[in-house]
């Protein structure tokens, strides 16, 4: 119906706009009572009238259903009951929603809104569904929420402070989306937060002191983004935390030392920003830790010698800083230690031969910086070693021959130092890269000219190499060993035959060296700290002088030292101080 209130008396005017608004009024509530009907009488909720919570939860994931599935497809339809929604969980009491878990989907929508009304959820999650646009601050109204999970999207915006009200959240995660601003303060609120990830967008800005409040985080990765200022050292009061990611940001300033107080963390990774200054020692203190990665920073000072307790510890990166000084020989404690990253520095001094005591170590890198001396032959018991880089220092000596009885070896880097001799015959030529560089010839097949093999000490010497290296092992320091006394060890006599020395293992080794009570006035040899295999030394009620030597701690397999009753003296060596293990040996 057509009214022309223009030609009605001036006194019926008001009555008629009255009668108007009478008749909108109605139009606009009955849309609204329809929509909320829909629910109840199709059959998404029932019994309504008694459920009006779930009623309501209903109507916002209506409401919200084509601004989150965009171009894609969702279920939700007021004639299937709501608990057969994709990705909707009712809770036990059938009276709310308590989760929305969407992933893996082509929805390409954005986050609505409307999702802040439905009050009991617990869990969010809307990851990998190429979502745009930000996150809404209504999302602070889910005072129930737990999970918070919202990555690998398409995001924008920055992160709503508001979000600092869900007081019960434990997991947020927004990594992989395209997030800017900085990170809100507010999040410092979250006391219940266990993990927190932020990786993968364009946060920008001072990592707020507030996150040291989150005692109950366990993880905390904000890696890849151009974060800026120092690291707040208020991290150092999340005790509980077991996982610490900022890597490649443009972090300055330097370690804060309260990380030594992170008892419980297991992953340490700084590498890729712009910090100073030293190492701190304090990180010693992180015996659960497996992987410290603080490389291409600029770091200076040296390698605290504390690492060395990280007895956990699986990878070390520390290439491409600015340290110095000497590599300390306690890394050669680090038995768990797969790859050791110290390219590309200032360190000067020898490699330390400890390092052959890692038999766990995949990958040695040392390539660019200022080490001297010869390359220690002990670095042939890290059997494991599949990289060995000790190119570009200013090493000097012989190629040790013990780098051919490397089994797992496939890359060789030497060149670029002062290394003369010959390439031994041990190391293949495919193993070695850039051979041409080095500039020396190979060595003739030492089976042809070794006494132990041609004299007959060690058959088939070409298929048994590692009783070959024994064999002139014991041979070295035989003299020194026997002292006034004899010994039968000779090249032209069956290895087994010698005295005191059992052979054993596919392919044979000397596992077993057991010469207690045979007058022996001698030095212990350190020679004796090349036999990879040995498991028993006996050397017993002897009048052997002299001190321990170091190199005894090289033998990963002994189980079995007795030393008693001779005129030893000086202090035990490092590794074998621990009392423990000093009883088992004796």
Not at 121 to 147: A, D
Not at 516 to 544: F, Y
Request: hydrophobic residues 40%.
């Amino acid at each position: 119906m057509i009214v022309r209130i223009e030609k009605m008396p001036g006194l019926w005017r008001p009555v008629l706009v009255l009668v108007l608004v009478a008749l909108v009024v109605p139009t606009v509530s009955g849309s609204v009572a329809a929509h909320t009907g829909d629910c109840a009488r199709d059959g998404a909720v029932t019994s309504a009238a008694r459920n009006r919570g779930l009623l309501a939860d209903c109507e916002a994931l209506l409401a919200s259903r084509d601004k989150l599935a965009g171009s894609g497809v969702l279920n939700w339809s007021a004639d299937r009951p709501i608990g057969r929604w994709e990705g909707i969980r009712i809770g036990s009491d059938s009276r709310r929603v308590v989760e929305l878990r969407l992933n893996k989907r082509d929805l390409r929508g954005s986050i609505p809104p409307e999702l802040g009304g439905v009050s009991e959820l617990e869990l969010l999650e809307l990851s990998q569904l190429n979502l745009r646009g930000p996150i809404p601050p209504e999302l602070g109204r889910l005072s129930q929420l737990k999970q918070l999970r919202l990555f690998n999207n398409q995001l924008n915006g920055s992160i709503p402070p508001e979000l600092g009200n869900l007081k019960n959240l434990e997991h947020f995660s927004v990594d992989s989306n395209s997030l800017s601003g900085s990170i809100p303060p507010e999040l410092g609120n979250l006391t219940n937060l266990r993990v927190l990830f932020l990786t993968g967008n364009m946060l920008s800005g001072p990592i707020p002191p507030e996150l040291g409040n989150l005692t109950n985080l366990e993880e905390l990765y904000s890696a890849s983004n151009p974060l800026s200022g120092p690291i707040p050292p208020e991290l150092g009061n999340l005790i509980n935390l077991v996982a610490l990611s900022l890597s490649s940001a443009e972090l300055t300033g330097q370690i804060p030392t309260e990380f030594g107080n992170l008892s419980n963390l297991q992953t340490l990774r700084l590498y890729g920003n712009q910090l100073r200054g030293p190492i701190p020692p304090e990180l010693g203190r992180l015996t659960k830790l497996t992987r410290l990665s603080l490389d291409y920073n600029r770091l200076s000072g040296t390698i605290p010698a504390a690492l060395g307790d990280l007895t956990n510890l699986r990878d070390l990166k520390l290439r491409d800083n600015l340290l110095g000084g000497p590599i300390p020989p306690e890394i050669g404690d680090l038995k768990n230690l797969n790859r050791l990253e110290l390219s590309n520095n200032g360190l000067t001094g020898e490699i330390p031969w400890e390092i052959g005591n890692l038999i766990n170590l995949e990958a040695l890198l040392l390539t660019e910086n200022d080490l001297t001396g010869e390359i220690p032959p002990e670095l042939g018991n890290a059997l494991k070693l599949k990289w060995l880089d000790l190119s570009d220092n200013r090493l000097i000596g012989s190629i040790p021959r013990e780098l051919g009885d490397l089994p797992n070896l496939e890359h060789l880097e030497l060149q670029r130092n002062e290394l003369v001799g010959c390439v031994p015959f041990e190391i293949r030529e495919d193993r070695l890269v850039n051979s041409g560089a080095l500039n020396l010839p190979r060595c003739a097949d030492p089976v042809d000219s070794d006494p132990c093999a041609f004299q007959g000490a060690v058959t088939e010497a070409a298929d048994n190499r590692g009783l070959l290296l024994d064999c002139r092992t014991l041979l070295d320091g035989q003299d020194k060993l026997a002292g006034s006394a004899e010994l039968n060890w000779s090249a032209d006599l069956p290895v087994a035959m010698w005295d005191g020395v059992d052979v054993g293992g596919m392919p044979n080794r000397v596992v077993s060296l057991d010469l207690s009570g045979r007058s022996l006035s001698g030095s212990i040899p350190s020679e004796l700290g090349r036999l990879s295999s040995l498991g028993v030394l006996r050397l017993a009620d002897n009048d052997l002088i002299g001190s321990i030597p170091v190199q005894l701690t090289r033998l990963a397999d002994l189980r079995t030292l007795h030393l008693l009753d001779n005129r030893l003296g000086g202090e035990l060596p490092r590794g074998w101080r621990d009392s423990r293990l000093w009883r088992r040996l004796i």
